[in-house]
């Protein structure tokens, strides 16, 4: 019997690197994982080889920056799945023409969209659910360019980074009183 036996829990950017490996980790540990992100034939792969280790997974293709594609999936996790008990926010993106002298607005947008937004809709599509439950878990993967600005990773990303430790930090400030 896993630690996390009776736990739902969404992955997104679960296709591949971190998420692929927290999705495994957390599935190995007992929870049934919901994988997310954009390649579906990725996630596919994720989803196999949990289950080829015994373990309790489904894909869920979805762009984080769709809000309503956001909320209605966390909606249908928690009607059908009961609600989510660990969110492992991982999806995010770098550009490779990251630097000002080549960086454009809309790829500055882009960045922001996924690496900040993207994180923030799960998180307040599923804290209802939480709540509700008592208590849940977030994780919210940042960067060490979230804790170090550096120039190899450009302005976008380097802002993104740091925007998701400080809003890890402000969740676990206001949802502490709730089991978060």
Aim: glycine share 14%; charged share 20%.
């Amino acid at each position: 019997m896993g630690v996390l036996d009776g736990k739902v829990a969404w992955v997104t950017g679960a296709g591949g690197g971190i998420g692929e490996a927290g999705a495994k980790a957390i599935a190995e540990s007992g929870a049934h994982v919901v994988l997310t992100g954009r390649r579906a034939e990725e996630l596919e792969r994720v989803k196999a080889d949990i289950e080829a280790a015994g373990g309790k997974a489904e894909t869920l293709p979805l762009d984080v920056t769709d809000l309503p594609a956001v909320e209605a999936a966390a909606k249908d996790l928690g009607d059908r799945l009961g609600g989510v008990d660990i969110l492992l926010a991982n999806a995010g993106i770098n550009i490779p023409n990251r630097h000002t002298d080549k960086l454009t607005n809309e790829d500055f947008a882009r960045v922001v969209d996924v690496n900040v937004n993207g994180v923030m809709y799960g998180l307040m599509a599923i804290l209802p659910q939480m709540r509700a439950k008592g208590g849940g878990l977030v994780m919210m993967v940042s960067s060490w360019a979230g804790r170090h600005a550096s120039k190899l990773t450009g302005p976008a990303y380097n802002a993104s980074k740091h925007a998701v430790v400080a809003l890890s930090h402000s969740i676990n400030q206001e949802e502490a009183k709730h089991g978060v």
